[in-house]
């Protein structure tokens, strides 16, 4: 699945999308940071409801196809300015990590 098919499928708020065909291979939902950063693995959807600049630092760090922040969260402006930088996909969700993950 792509990262458009998974907006779409969702029905996801984009907040920065840098590669719509970007392939998404497995999910990973998990707040703690440092938690990611040493078992998300690469192409996956990351679900999480941290909206800081390190949440773009980790997600980028791992290289996760795209970041999903749940429960209506949102994403602070230095985080927004990295994630456009760094070319990570960010979508938003009013849902809960979750009913998210039962969808996906």
């Known amino acids: 699945m792509t990262t458009a098919q998974l907006r779409d499928k969702l029905n996801l708020t984009v907040i920065?999308?840098?590669d719509t065909e970007r392939e998404i291979t497995c999910g990973?939902?998990?707040d703690l940071l440092?938690?990611?950063m040493g078992r998300?693995?690469?192409d996956c959807v990351?679900?999480?409801v941290?909206?800081?600049t390190?949440?773009?630092a980790v997600a980028s760090l791992v290289d996760v196809a795209c970041v999903i922040i749940a429960e209506g969260a949102e994403l602070d402006a230095d985080a927004l300015e990295k994630a456009v930088s760094a070319g990570i996909n960010v979508y938003a969700s009013?849902?809960?990590t979750y009913s998210l993950v039962k969808l996906i």
Request: glycine letters at 0%; a negative charge.
């Open 46 to 48: 990351w679900i999480t």
């Open 40 to 42: 998300a693995p690469a």
């Open 28 to 30: 990973y939902a998990c």
């Open 16 to 18: 920065n999308e840098a």
């Open 34 to 36: 440092s938690w990611v």
């Open 94 to 96: 009013e849902l809960d």
């Open 50 to 52: 941290m909206s800081n």
């Open 54 to 56: 390190n949440v773009v």
